[in-house]
């Protein structure tokens, strides 16, 4: 249990790491939390920095997800384990420690975390980047390529109901925490005019 105890604890502060927050405070000095949609996440970088910031932030984001990942395997935790070392680093994104609980919403991080649960799911990132390349609309080609992802837990990587259940009460928490994110950002995009 000490193991278990270790790998959520660390998962969490380095799920806690702000880049996002950093990047934009080096880069332009604003507080991602009071400008664009108020979201301290790779997209808001994405419009408020630049798009290559956006990039990086969100290839940091996700390397927090995948080193819980590590992290848990690493403590030689069983698979069922690991999985609250992601979810620790999801919530410490989401609630880092270092801005006083006002983080992103996690997509990157648990994303991250998933390619290190099972590497193939990049098929999904690729499919939404298509997406968005196509439709230019972010919501859409997340929203298809983060649904696949349960989809093709169950089907193509021969998973359990239980794992593929599991996977979706991941993915749902990320939905919990951008509507407790909504008035907030709806204050900062009307304040910013964004």
Known sequence: ???????????YLIGSIPFSYLIAKSVKNVDLRV?????????????????????L???LDASKGFSAYWIGFLLGLSPWWIW????????????PVFLRGRGGKGAGTALGFLLG???LIIVCLILAGGLYFLFKNFHLAIGIGMGLIPVLWKTAFRKTWIESLVVIGFLLFLGL?????????????QESGW
């Open 35 to 55: 400008v664009g949609e108020g979201n301290v996440g790779a997209r808001n970088v994405w419009h408020v920095v630049g798009k290559k910031y956006g990039v």
């Open 84 to 95: 609250l070392c992601g979810l620790a680093a999801v919530i410490g994104h989401d609630f």
């Open 1 to 11: 249990m000490a193991h278990v105890i270790l790998g959520c604890v660390l998962s």
């Open 117 to 119: 649960m099972q590497p």
């Open 57 to 59: 932030a969100g290839i």
């Open 177 to 189: 925490k951008r509507i407790l994110d909504e008035p907030h950002m709806r204050r900062i995009k």
